[in-house]
């Protein structure tokens, strides 16, 4: 009781906002962080801002050292261990969290570590690469927050950010013989637009792809695996067509290719005419199969929009074209179908889809016309209305003809 | 023969005895279709007779039959607008739907539709018409002063009735349309602030809707026929262009022949439009999307221009204050210029300023127009 009262006065004079709003009770350890925080202010309040804190966890956990001390020195004793080294860190994190018992309560993974080591960044970490990425790069060093928790580094949405953090650093990714961007072709592709811009969930970032502890790129003939993960109807086409074999004989990534991995441009039937070159001669057996796919699909898409315009000519009007915007939803359909078809190279395959999309748009365009040509009838009985109105005319010119005879009289 | 026609002539007078067949008959002297007092203690037949081989009033002969051509397409105006009625329903949740369906599922209901929209336009024309004749033919002074404010005030009330009903429709045209004209109604004081309140608030929602078509399809007809009723009343008691006419020895029996063949060709003109001009439809209303090109209708047109044409320092109010003046003036024109009533030659000041008011108002609805276009 007597040591209180010689602190009390310099632990109030030394006290952060933070520390001070805490009953003070310096006999015993204050809060999980215990007496740390009365130094370490600003690292107490990032910590209490985080998961750990609430789970129990100390400062102690990590760091070792006296929490209940009251001075510096003995504070820093009894197995302190001061920030830990970068490369301990995966291992220090490992000792509760790949610990399957105590990770079973919380129903959260307990092989991050072991993925981890499989990792591009795992495996340069233990040949000594000080640069690549630990757990507190990605999860925060105090403030460690949940993934659902928005302001997280790791929140799904925030995912770009965090790995652009150092993959969007040009300087850095020099060193490893990276000249490209990935973050900003990922931002300038098609998944990136989705994502950052739209705000789609359905669009990956990059862990979809990569996987996150286990970060690695996919390898030669496992691109057409990750894409397939949501493109599966594309990957069961390509599979059952020529590429996979040959691109994989000739050391081609498959799916990227054609599209590019990061800064993927929307799909088009434009497609055809560009990325076939790349390996095929313009006057290639191939080339020309690519030209009758697209043939195929400008024709039917070409006939949808026809379609389009008339139907909404007619809705103007009004007539009652619901029916026929169903139809053309279908055809639509039909003609979005056929793109993952493409992908088996078989134009014998793509073509059940492109006819029936055009037939589609061509009946509705015929329908339509028999609709409006109705309204050439309207127009006749236009005519037959004024023969009787003239008639009437007429009539009533006799009479009133009549009346002024009369009235001359 | 002589047993249908005796038989026909006993019902008559066996009706006759009971109901008096002639007063009932005179209603329609009352609204001018019959341009002759009926003597209601005759039976019908000698009462008309007798009416209509008077000698033919000065008026009731082109161009004098404007107002009974607009009187005619009011009628065809709540007929058609009574039909619609049936099947319009009026929420805005509720509104764009009936109206597609009406143009779309129900019998005719385009025609009627059409028919509806072109007598709307052709009543706006023809009373705006009325007031310029008036006004060349300086018919507004010497005991004309009523008649002439009833003109300016039935062309007023019939643009509010026009205007009410292009909301009705609730799609993108007719909303927005309406958010404008709603722009040029606020900066006017008194009237504005007076409409806002009669309409339920500045803003456009379903209970304004409800409100628009209230004032729509009951005040506003009620009004007009108020103002038809008191117009041919004056008329009636003054004779419409007595001075300038000169007298005519044809009976009323061949005006009302006249009559019948103009309302003939005014019905082959409106169904003529409607079909072969019909408006397009629109797309639903989207309070969230303004479409360019978003204007006053033509008759706000002018207002707007010149709301817009002050230097920014004038007030709004200030503005509206100068219109309603300016308004105020063609109102009251029969006490400010007490020389009409004389052959155009003879009042050369008054022809010009006629002209060059015409000759502004052009200019103001063609500024009007591409304020927004420029935008």
Known sequence: ?409 | MRARAGGRRSFRTWLEARLNLTEIASFLSVFGLLPAELDTRKPLREALDEALSQPLPSHARWPRILGILSFILFLVLSVSGMMLSFYYQPTASEAYGSVTSIARDVTAGTLVNQVHHWAATLLLLILAARIIRFYFGGMYGRSREVIWMLAMLTFTVATFADLTGRLLPWDARGYWTTVRAREVTDALPIVGPVFSFVVGGPGLDSLVLTRFYVLHIIVLPLVLLVLFYLHFSSARRVGLSAGAAPPSNRSLRVTLYDLLLVIVFLIGALVTLAILLPQPFDTAADPFTTPPGSRPPWYLLGPHALLESFPPLVPRFLRGAFLEALFAAVLFLPFLDRRSGERPGRRPMAIALGIVALLLWAVLIWKGWHLEASR
């Open chain 1, 1 to 409: 009781m007597k040591a209180a009262w010689i602190v009390l006065p310099a632990l109030l004079a030394t006290a952060s906002v933070a520390a001070a709003a805490e009953p003070a009770s310096p006999a015993a350890p204050r809060g999980v962080g215990g007496m740390c925080g009365v130094c370490h202010s600003e690292v107490r309040v990032q910590f209490e801002q985080g998961i750990h804190r609430s789970e129990g966890i100390a400062c102690t956990t990590c760091h070792g050292g006296d929490p209940t001390a009251t001075t510096v020195e003995g504070a820093h004793r009894g197995g302190f261990r001061g920030a830990p080294r970068r490369r301990d860190i995966p291992a220090l994190c490992a000792s509760c969290h790949a610990d399957v018992a105590r990770m079973r309560p919380y129903n959260l993974p307990s092989d991050q570590f072991a993925l981890y080591q499989t990792s591009q960044h795992g495996q340069r970490l233990a040949k000594g690469d000080p640069n690549v990425a630990v757990c507190t790069d990605c999860h925060g060093v105090h403030e460690i927050r949940r993934r659902d928790d928005p302001n997280s580094r790791v929140f799904p949405r925030n995912i770009p950010s965090t790995c652009a953090r150092c993959h969007g650093d040009a300087a850095l990714m020099k060193k490893y013989g990276r000249a490209d961007n990935p973050y900003a072709d990922y931002a300038a592709g098609v998944h990136g637009i989705a994502f950052l811009k739209n705000g789609s969930d359905a669009a990956p970032e990059c862990t979809r792809c990569h996987g996150s502890h286990g970060a690695t790129p996919p390898g030669l003939g496992d691109v057409e695996k990750v894409c397939g993960q949501c493109h599966a109807t594309t990957r069961q086409y390509f599979l059952e067509g020529p590429h996979k074999k040959a691109m994989d004989a000739a050391g081609l990534q498959e799916c990227a290719t054609c599209h590019h991995h990061h800064h993927t441009p929307p799909a088009s039937v434009e497609m055809l005419d560009r990325v076939c070159l790349q390996c095929h001669a313009a006057d290639s057996a191939q080339q020309k199969l690519a030209a009758t796919m697209k043939t195929m699909f400008t024709e039917a898409a070409q006939e949808i929009d026809r379609a389009h315009r008339l139907v909404e000519e007619a809705g103007r009007i009004p007539l009652y074209v619901e029916d026929y915007k169903a139809r053309l939803e279908d055809a639509r359909t039909s003609l979005m179908e056929s793109f993952p078809v493409m992908h088996a190279l078989n134009p014998s395959r793509v073509e059940p889809h492109t006819r029936r999309a055009r037939s589609i748009a061509l009946e509705v365009s015929s329908e339509i016309h028999a609709k409006l040509a109705g309204r050439f009838w309207h127009k006749v009985g236009l005519g037959v209305f004024w023969f009787y109105l003239l008639l009437t005319a007429a009539i009533l010119v006799r009479a009133r003809r009549r009346a002024a005879a009369e009235g001359q009289r």
